[in-house]
């Protein structure tokens, strides 16, 4: 492990505060072995979580689900057109809080989100704040594909028609084709746009749903784990797609296969029970992490 | 360690347990499907043996001499002569043209009961339309007597009795031969209202009646069961308030229809002075009596949509309102039709609160709105199974067959609607 690792070189550069504060493992109680058993401290985060040029500041984030913290803690920066994967076993909050991010969690009643979460400078959780407006700039990509049932131009077509983005059937037109372009997959579907998006394999939903985001042209692109219900040519593709997506697009990708993490991002997050262990370039956690509790992951002793 | 080849002795008796189960449940399965299509084949036999001859009218056709003088009328379209002119007399005049011998005030009164009750009315109609018809003689069609009509059509038949006199059956049975008595099929039926004569009702009032109910149920219960259905889905906070709304729906849906009845006379004719019998207030309480399945059945369609639909257009930035106009509406459309075809098959069906309304009340008329006094096809079955004419009996199974046909066409385009809307999406 360790060895097949090719990130995407991209020059960047952060002023990292560095955490040095390891938690002591105890040797009788906290053996090696038994990582889940070492105790972490709270809102220490190793390696580099700062940026200067962040497009989202987020500073002491807690989630609750009613009486549960399932986010303890948690600062972090993530740069202006950088991909960010955030790993980590799961129930370790990695979805959660990557759903912070653009407000998906208002539609559980029982959530609460304390601390600052900053895009642009700009507070997520202002009461003020049209929750509309933050989707259209960061979009989302889910799990499983989850194209509407209609038809492949009326799912990409859908988010600028809610905003207004086209007022003519042409420039309509424009954006699918373009949407499409970027997703891979004009193609394979050009000459039937107006067939059931639900017909459409795995691989080609979840890359529909990849256009569909960028349709609306947000600034930053969420991914829920993205590739898990796709077979491995299908997720080359949607890596690919990352890759060249990158050059435009924020992007924070959560995963559970720690060798696309190191595919396809330039920073990777570690969590672990809710806490944020370790961020470090990607090339360094998974070739010196830090934190025992990162070593533990990626070598594959638990998780 | 269990000896292997013994534990594959073990599986193999155990599997033939198992299939051995299967085949009973199957067998079960079928059994009761045939039980329900055996009694569904009794109960359709039974109502159209006994209602197809409701369908078919018998018929009296005679040559009347319109004799003025036999009438004690002059003139027509004189108001008050018409009031006063005996329009039975040239209808035995022309019967004893069969009869010559007919003469005695007994006869002539058994001649009087070949044709129906309304036949001197028939004539005095005519002679009201066309006054100048007096005197010259026509071609009239009557309805034959219920007790002829019973007689041509259930001579020998255990369930009827035949309550003519000896000579009344004769005169019958010449009349057939000569092909003045005729059956033919029952056009009365199917275009006029309730009359006290079998052979002159007609069930065109009480579908008329039913449609208007009907239509103004659907107009109010679907509308208003879906919206309540998706606030409480998806826009109403869960506290005491809500969770107390939701078990009052839920109990509301067991309520004994004829309560509902009674909340409609006291509320909307009582309280609101809305008019009695008529097929508004029918609806509105057939809509408070749909109400709870409508929203129970909508409910649990707008839960059946899948989560990832809802964060997906979440995802792109769709407000709460798009999201449930343009992608959970639609997927639970067809759930919802479905709750409401059966909240508007029950409504169909339904007669104790329309009883309590007044929609039971003796109409003649065929409505004309939704404010003109109607009854409906179940109490109008109701009230021809109550009635004393045997003519009525095989009425009352016609319009089963009327109100069953109403409820089919009523489901088939409500399915109709939700393929329609299936293949769209």
Known sequence: ?303 | MTNPSSQAELVRRSLKRRYRKERRFRFYGVAAISIALFSLVILFTDIISKGYTGFIKTTVTLEVHLDGELMYLNDASDPDQIAMADFQAPIIKALQGYFPQATSRADKRELSRMTGSYASNQVRDLLKENPDWLGSTRTIEFPAHDTVSVYVKHAGDPGYSIRLTEQQQRWTDELLSKGVIDTGFNDVFFSRGDSREPSNAGILGALIGSLLTMGVTLVIAFPVGVAAAVYLEEFAPSNRLTDFIEVNINNLAAVPSIIFGLLGLAVFIGLFGMPRSVPVVGGLVLALMTLPTIIISSRAAIKSVPPSIREAAEGIGASKMQVVLHHVLPLAMPGMLTGSIIGMAQALGETAPLLLIGMVAFIVEIPEGFFSSATVLPVQIFIWAGSAEQGFVELASAGIMVLLAFLITMNAFAIWLRKRLERRW
């Open chain 1, 1 to 303: 492990m360790g060895t097949t690792i090719n990130t995407i070189p991209k020059t960047m550069n952060p002023t990292a505060i560095k955490e040095t504060a390891m938690p002591e493992a105890d040797p009788i109680n906290a053996p090696v072995e038994r990582p889940a058993d070492t105790v972490i401290e709270e809102g220490k985060t190793v390696g580099i979580p700062f940026s200067d040029d962040p497009k989202f500041k987020l500073r002491d984030v807690e989630v609750f689900y009613g009486e549960t913290r399932a986010i303890k803690n948690i600062s972090l920066d993530i740069a202006r057109n950088e991909v960010i994967a955030f790993i980590g076993p799961s129930g370790c909050g990695k979805s959660t809080f990557l759903r912070c991010l653009n407000r998906m969690n208002d539609s559980i009643d029982s959530c609460r989100i304390k601390g600052s979460l900053l895009l642009d400078g700009q507070n997520i959780y202002d009461s003020k704040r049209d929750v509309v407006e933050l989707r259209a700039r960061v979009g989302m990509v889910f799990q499983k594909p989850n194209p509407f049932p209609k038809s492949i131009y009326d799912n990409v077509a859908y988010g600028p028609r809610i905003h207004g983005l086209a007022n003519r059937k042409s420039d309509l037109d424009d954006i699918v084709e373009n949407s499409l372009r970027k997703a891979g997959l004009w193609n394979e579907v050009k000459d039937r746009l107006d067939a059931m998006a639900t017909g459409m394999s795995g691989g080609q939903q979840q890359r529909l749903c990849i256009a569909r985001a960028i349709a609306v042209s947000p600034e930053v692109v969420l991914m829920d784990e993205p590739c898990s219900a796709l077979d491995p040519i299908a997720t080359a593709r949607i890596e690919e797609l990352i890759a060249e997506m990158s050059e435009s697009y924020t992007i924070v990708i959560v995963t559970h296969s720690m060798q696309q993490a190191a595919r396809v991002s330039n920073r990777t997050a570690y969590f672990h029970l809710g806490h944020l262990v370790e961020v470090n370039d990607t090339s360094k956690v998974f070739t010196t992490p830090e934190h025992e509790l990162t070593e533990s992951y990626i070598t594959g002793r638990f998780g």
